[in-house]
Every structure is written in structure tokens, then in C-alpha cells.
């Protein structure tokens, strides 16, 4: 009789018992090459109760091609080129002081001989030139700043912003160095969200919870004439 009782009891919680779940979602940034806009889904809160939300950004950069021009009014020895690539990503507003991730990477090219000697107004072309790859995870919970703007049945804006630079380290030419450069380069990357929540699991239908109860009854009313004592009778 006790092991029923329990047996009852667990059924009777499991339609309200809470489990804990997750959704993720991928935004794909493809190529880009300037500041571009994305976004990805809110968490809907008729699913449960929000705990966490983690975001895994990964990114990788390359330069197509970059020149540099002496615009020194004499000859100057370029010895190395500081290549520089800084992605910024931002959600809810656009592009601030205060970013969510910030992916900044450099990449030295050293001239073929060692140095390149350019006199005024000519030219230095760098070919290809790749990245070292970024990825960081953050993870927001109550009580952070912008954890509440995750909830909602609309759509998280992500903004990213994406620069090449290019510092020569060179000599001559006076103190002061004065280049132009142009660099063709692109980013690729993703954005995985997971929305880590609790679930209150579905209530049963009516139906089929008075056949539930119906046969928990049904149960109990054998288990009692089970127990019930038989009748005796008397010697004659």
C-alpha cells in the first residue's frame, strides 16, 4: 500500500515537474569587409525561465593585397610592415564605447632581403597575408547588464565593425614618416547562442488525467480488498 501511495504521488508531480533545456541558435556571418548588421532570435519566456545565455564568437581575417607608398619627400628603407585587423562585435545598439567582443590580431611582414628601399612616391606591393584565428566565449546571467533585452519573441541585433591597418617601421627620410596605404582584405566568422533555461514540462490534457486517476482508484480499491480479511467459520 505505501509503495502505491508513492507511485501516486510521483504521477501526480511529474505534470508539473520543471527540467532544465537549451536552444541554440548559429548566425553565420559569411565574408565580410566592412561594418555589417546581423542578428539572431530572442528567447521566448512561454518556454521557461531564462538562467543563462552563452555566446561563442569565432572569426578569421586575411589581406588580399596591400600597397604602400612613400609619400616622404626622400628615400626611406622599409625593414618590417605591421599589419593590424580589429573586429569589434556590439548587440542590442549600434557600434559604441562598449563592445561584447573585441578580436584584434596583427601580422608582421618582413621585406624578401630583409629591408626594401623606396624613394619618393614609389610603391611597395604585399601580397596575401593571413590571421591568426580569434574565437571567445561570454556568458550572461540575471543581473547583468542587458539580460533582460534577451527576452522577447523578436530578434537580437548583433553589429560588428572591421578595420585593416598597416605600420611601416622604416629609417630616412627625416623624423617624420608619411605613407599611403591600401589594404583589400575580409573577415569571416559565426555567432553560437545557446539559451540555457528551465522548462516547465506540459500539463496533461483532462482526459487523461481522469483516466490517470481512474486507474490510480481502480488500483486502490484492489489493493484494499486484497488486504481485507476472509470470513471464518465455527467447528461444529
Given at each position: 500500500?505505501?509503495?502505491?501511495?508513492?507511485?501516486?504521488?510521483?504521477?501526480?508531480?511529474?505534470?508539473?515537474?520543471?527540467?532544465?533545456?537549451?536552444?541554440?541558435?548559429?548566425?553565420?556571418?559569411?565574408?565580410?569587409?566592412?561594418?555589417?548588421?546581423?542578428?539572431?532570435?530572442?528567447?521566448?519566456?512561454?518556454?521557461?525561465?531564462?538562467?543563462?545565455?552563452?555566446?561563442?564568437?569565432?572569426?578569421?581575417?586575411?589581406?588580399?593585397?596591400?600597397?604602400?607608398?612613400?609619400?616622404?619627400?626622400?628615400?626611406?628603407?622599409?625593414?618590417?610592415?605591421?599589419?593590424?585587423?580589429?573586429?569589434?562585435?556590439?548587440?542590442?545598439?549600434?557600434?559604441?564605447?562598449?563592445?561584447?567582443?573585441?578580436?584584434?590580431?596583427?601580422?608582421?611582414?618582413?621585406?624578401?632581403?630583409?629591408q626594401v628601399v623606396l624613394?619618393?612616391?614609389?610603391?611597395?606591393?604585399?601580397?596575401?597575408?593571413?590571421f591568426t584565428g580569434f574565437?571567445?566565449?561570454?556568458?550572461?546571467?540575471?543581473?547583468?547588464?542587458?539580460?533582460?533585452?534577451?527576452?522577447?519573441?523578436?530578434?537580437?541585433?548583433?553589429?560588428?565593425?572591421?578595420?585593416?591597418?598597416?605600420?611601416?617601421?622604416?629609417?630616412?627620410?627625416?623624423?617624420?614618416?608619411?605613407?599611403?596605404?591600401?589594404?583589400?582584405?575580409?573577415?569571416?566568422?559565426?555567432?553560437?547562442?545557446?539559451?540555457?533555461?528551465?522548462?516547465?514540462?506540459?500539463?496533461?490534457?483532462?482526459?487523461?488525467?481522469?483516466?490517470?486517476?481512474?486507474?490510480?482508484?481502480?488500483?486502490?480499491?484492489?489493493?484494499?480488498?486484497?488486504?481485507?480479511?476472509?470470513?471464518?467459520?465455527?467447528?461444529?
Open positions: 500500500m505505501k509503495k502505491l501511495l508513492i507511485l501516486t504521488f510521483a504521477l501526480l508531480t511529474t505534470a508539473v515537474a520543471s527540467k532544465a533545456a537549451v536552444i541554440s541558435e548559429t548566425v553565420d556571418f559569411g565574408t565580410f569587409n566592412s561594418d555589417s548588421e546581423y542578428s539572431f532570435s530572442q528567447f521566448n519566456t512561454a518556454l521557461g525561465t531564462l538562467n543563462s545565455v552563452t555566446l561563442s564568437w569565432t572569426f578569421n581575417s586575411n589581406i588580399v593585397g596591400a600597397d604602400i607608398t612613400n609619400q616622404n619627400t626622400g628615400t626611406v628603407t622599409v625593414t618590417r610592415i605591421a599589419f593590424t585587423n580589429t573586429i569589434e562585435g556590439f548587440l542590442f545598439n549600434e557600434p559604441s564605447d562598449e563592445f561584447d567582443v573585441q578580436a584584434i590580431r596583427s601580422r608582421n611582414h618582413t621585406p624578401s632581403g630583409g624613394t619618393s612616391g614609389q610603391n611597395y606591393h604585399v601580397g596575401a597575408t593571413s574565437s571567445e566565449e561570454t556568458e550572461y546571467v540575471s543581473g547583468d547588464a542587458n539580460f533582460e533585452s534577451f527576452k522577447g519573441t523578436g530578434d537580437v541585433p548583433v553589429y560588428l565593425t572591421n578595420t585593416f591597418g598597416a605600420t611601416p617601421t622604416a629609417s630616412g627620410a627625416g623624423g617624420n614618416m608619411a605613407w599611403l596605404t591600401s589594404i583589400t582584405g575580409n573577415s569571416t566568422g559565426s555567432l553560437e547562442v545557446i539559451y540555457n533555461y528551465t522548462a516547465i514540462a506540459p500539463v496533461p490534457e483532462p482526459s487523461a488525467l481522469i483516466l490517470g486517476c481512474g486507474g490510480l482508484f481502480f488500483m486502490t480499491a484492489f489493493a484494499f480488498k486484497k488486504r481485507k480479511p476472509g470470513k471464518t467459520f465455527a467447528a461444529a
